[in-house]
C-alpha cells in the first residue's frame, strides 16, 4: 500500500505553509499541493508591514520563503500540482491530482485561499497584460514614468497605489465610496504622497485602447457624469474570491463560495478543515491565515487521535 | 531556452520561419519565477518542434512594450514574425495552459 499521510494541505500560501509547519511539528506527516506559486498572494505583496515581526524584511516574497523553509526544516513535503478531486468515503480519504496522482491521507485542510475579482467591465479581458494589471509587483516596472489607475479602496488598492508611485510618475485611485476601507495609517500615507490623486465616489466603465491601454472611461455614482480619463495603466484591487471552486458540493459554503468552518476550523465533512482567505472569516490577512493554519493543524492531530488510532 | 534581448530578438523570433514560443518574464513577478522551472521542462519536452525563448522584460522593457507585453506573465507564440496566440496573467498562466498553448501551434 502507498503512503498514507497525516495530513494533505491544499494550497500554499500562509495558512498552508503555517498549518505544514505545525503539523511536522506534532510528527505529522504533512504534504503541501500547491498548483501555482508559494505564498500565494501574499508572495506578490511587495510591502508587508503589518505582519508581526517582519520589520526589518517586510517584503511578501521574502517573508513567504521564510514561513516554506521553516516548515521544510521540519519536514513538511511540497508538491506543485492540482487538485482535480476527492473520494472521501472512507476513512483514508483519496486526493486525486491533475497529473493523474492518488494521494491517500487521513486529514485534509483547504487552504486555497482567494484571488483578485474580475469587474468584467469592457475592455478589462481584451486589455490584459496589455496595461490592465492585477498584481502591482509584477508588472509596475512597465510603468516607470507613465500614469496609471488604480480601482479600488480596501487595504491592497491603497497599498499597491503607494508602491506604484515608487514606478509610476501619477497614480489615480479611484474608488466607489466617499472614503477608503483601509486601515487609517496607510490611507494616511496615500494622501500624503504628492503622486497620488484619488477620484470619490468613482466606478469605471470601460477600459479602452488599441492593443494596449489608452484610456478609462469613469462614471461619478453620484451625478452619472462620464469621464474619459487617459491613463497608460489600470490595476485592479476591487476584492478578492475564494478558490473554492473544487470542493463544490463536498464541503458547506456560503453563497459566494467562502468555506463554513468552525473556530476549530472544521468544515462540514469530519476530518476536512479550512484555514485561511478561503473560509468565512471577517479578516482576511496574512497574520489571521497563518493563525488559522495552527488550528487546523492541530484539530486535524486530535481528529486522527480520536477517531483513527483506536 | 534562447534568452533574448534587443539585439537578437528580430532576428530569433520575427525573421523566424516555424513557430516560436517566447515567455516574458521579470525579475519581480513571483509567479513567473515560479513557472520558470516547468516552462524549462516544457522547453525540453518540445524543443525540437517549436522555438523555445525568453525575454526578462525588466532588462528590456521597451522591447516588451514595442510587443504590446505590459503585464506579467505573458506567453506569446508567433509564426513567420506574426502573434498568433497569447496568454496573460498569473492565474491563466500554467505549466497545462502553457503546454496547451505549445501543442496547439506545432
Sequence with gaps: ?310 | MIELNKDNFDEEVLQATGPVLVDFWGEKCEPCKALMPDVHALAEKYGDKMKMCKLNTTQNRRLAIGQKVLGLPTFIVYKNGEKVKEISGAENCTMETVENLIKENI
Design chain 1, 1 to 310: 500500500m502507498s503512503k498514507v499521510y497525516d495530513v494533505v494541505i491544499i494550497g500554499g500560501g500562509p495558512a498552508g505553509l503555517s498549518a505544514g509547519l505545525y503539523a511536522s511539528r506534532s510528527r505529522m506527516s504533512a504534504l503541501i499541493i500547491e498548483k501555482a506559486k508559494w505564498g500565494g498572494q501574499a508572495g506578490t505583496t511587495e510591502e508587508l508591514e503589518n505582519y508581526p515581526g517582519s520589520i526589518e524584511m517586510p517584503t511578501g516574497p521574502k517573508l513567504m520563503e521564510r514561513m516554506k523553509s521553516q516548515a521544510e526544516a521540519f519536514g513538511t513535503e511540497f508538491v506543485k500540482d492540482e487538485v482535480t478531486g476527492f473520494d472521501i468515503s472512507d476513512k483514508i480519504k483519496k486526493i486525486i491530482s491533475g497529473s493523474g496522482k492518488e494521494i491517500s491521507t487521513r486529514t485534509i485542510i483547504i487552504a486555497t485561499g482567494a484571488q483578485p475579482v474580475i469587474l468584467g467591465i469592457p475592455g478589462e479581458m481584451e486589455l490584459r497584460g496589455k496595461g490592465v494589471s492585477y498584481c502591482a509587483t509584477c508588472d509596475a516596472d512597465f510603468f516607470a514614468e507613465l500614469e496609471v489607475v488604480v480601482v479600488g479602496g480596501g487595504d491592497a488598492a491603497v497599498e499597491e497605489a503607494i508602491y506604484l508611485t515608487k514606478f509610476a510618475e501619477k497614480v489615480t485611485i479611484v474608488h466607489r465610496r466617499d472614503e477608503f476601507r483601509a486601515a487609517k495609517s496607510i490611507v494616511e500615507k496615500a494622501i500624503n504622497n504628492d503622486k497620488i490623486d484619488i477620484m470619490w465616489d468613482t466606478v469605471p466603465e470601460e477600459i479602452y485602447g488599441d492593443g494596449i491601454v489608452e484610456g478609462i472611461k469613469l462614471r461619478n455614482v453620484k451625478t452619472n457624469e462620464i469621464t474619459d480619463f487617459r491613463t497608460d495603466g489600470v490595476f485592479m484591487f476591487v476584492g478578492t474570491k475564494p478558490i473554492s471552486e473544487f470542493v463544490k458540493g463536498i464541503v458547506e459554503m456560503d453563497p459566494k463560495g467562502y468555506i463554513k468552518a468552525d473556530e476549530e476550523m472544521r468544515t462540514s465533512v469530519e476530518g476536512i478543515f479550512a484555514a485561511g482567505d478561503v473560509r468565512i472569516k471577517s479578516l482576511r490577512q496574512v497574520v489571521t491565515a497563518a493563525a488559522d493554519g495552527a488550528i487546523a493543524a492541530v484539530n486535524a492531530e486530535k481528529y486522527i487521535e480520536k477517531n483513527l488510532e483506536h
